[in-house]
């Protein structure tokens, strides 16, 4: 070792100078060692980033149905599996997070018939490739079972909690983040069907149905992520955390819903929001963006499944809106250290709730200037390309970056490093 200490060089992604998100940057030294345990000086390395570690994601429900048609022997439709493979390539270089359907209703929609095995395939498929899958929801009133609509609420409690414990303990490993409970505060006063979950949660309320949903997926999965979900960004969602954490139930994450369908929330809601649900000093993840490239929908419906329409196109300004809206958003979300995920809410307008024109690409699997944008921000501003550099007098590089994972290629030796809170130094010694 050399008896006069040197400075590194350091090798950094533009995020480290990037001051709205500068502060999640972390910086790591890297020491590269020769097959003897010789520090290799004077070395060139190259560095790159492999893995965000903030969740950058979206919905991977096309998997589900593709692994559905499969399991079930049906033919893809002409050019259907070229239009998925084009769209499941643009997803893998943009986003690390997919968050899977698991609606009681679509997933069992026979009693004790569940669809374990597309879904298992279809998380397969992210995990294989080094994606991280969020299971939605565990409990929720809508999509519900019919099935379930004649049985006695004791029998429906029952079978909710078994509902939860199965399907919690079967992914596990899998899925490991949960959205245990979704819609708690519209969820005992809900008119728009007739199903047993509302039907319950009237009698157990609303902190009982959630103290049942994070008790029964704990006690399945203990090491899983599990959150409160909702769209109702008032004080009521405000004041059923409050509630909820007073009742001594472990909330590991709030999702914030934000299907903006009506009109763009902007950067001064989204601020206050953040500060609202920031102050419970809990994780946050924005579960469920969706930004429109056509005309907003009527503001005066209640409910956004009221907007029925066959036809509703992207317009020129429409685009030009929802690439701007998506950059503000994603960098306004990033500069909050409470975020620690961000899903948007439908890949492509193909099969879109509502026939929306809400996706990142076009139906025919063409980006959208907003796809573009974004993945300037995530695989570009906020992230390492391979780069070069060359090691002190004691083999050392230091690597700055958003937390995630990076290779230190030497030669043809490539090795990964996790630059996040831990600070001690890392070692590569050569094979």
Known sequence: MSDHPTTPATVASAAVADRDVAHRTRTRTVQVLDRSGTPLAGSSVTVEQTAHDLGFGCIGFDAVYRAGRRLAGTPAAPGEDELFDRLDALWFDLFNT????????????????????????????????????????????????????????????????????????????????????????????????????????????????????????????????????????SADYEHLIEECLAAGIQIDALGLQSHMHQGTWGKEKTLDVLERFGRFGLPIHFTEITLMS??????????????????????????????????????????????????????????????????????????????????????????????????????????????????VVVGDQRTEVVVGEDEHEAVVTLA
């Open 98 to 233: 997919a968050t899977l359907p698991f609606y009681w209703g679509t997933f069992e929609p026979q009693e004790g018939h569940p669809r374990t095995a597309a879904l298992r395939a279809a998380a397969e498929h992210y995990v294989s490739r080094g994606a991280r899958v969020k299971g939605h929801p565990l409990v929720w009133h809508t999509v519900a079972p019919q099935w379930l609509v004649p049985k006695p609420d004791d029998e429906v409690l029952r079978l909710l909690r078994a509902r939860v414990e199965r399907d919690a303990s079967e992914f596990a490993g899998l899925v490991d983040t949960w959205d245990a409970i979704n819609e708690v505060v519209i969820m005992p006063v809900f008119t728009k069907d007739d199903n047993a979950v509302t039907r319950v949660a009237k009698t157990v309320g609303r902190v009982g149905m959630v103290r049942l949903a994070f008790e029964e997926a704990r006690a399945a999965n203990p090491s899983a992520t599990l959150l409160l979900n909702d769209f109702d960004m």
């Open 294 to 407: 056509g005309d907003h929908m009527p503001k005066h419906l209640d409910d956004l499944n009221d907007h029925q329409v066959e036809s509703w196109p992207s317009t020129p300004e429409g685009l030009e809106r929802q690439k701007q809206d998506a950059v503000e958003l994603y960098t306004t979300l990033v500069a909050d250290p409470h975020v620690q995920a961000i899903t948007y809410w439908g890949m492509s307008d193909h099969g879109m709730w509502l026939n929306a024109p809400g996706g990142l690409v076009f139906a025919d699997g063409t980006p959208k200037p907003s796809y573009d944008a974004l993945h300037g921000l995530i695989r570009g501003q906020w992230w390492l390309a391979p780069t070069a550099v060359t090691t002190d007098a004691e083999g050392r590089v230091q690597v700055s970056g958003l937390p995630g994972r990076y290779a």
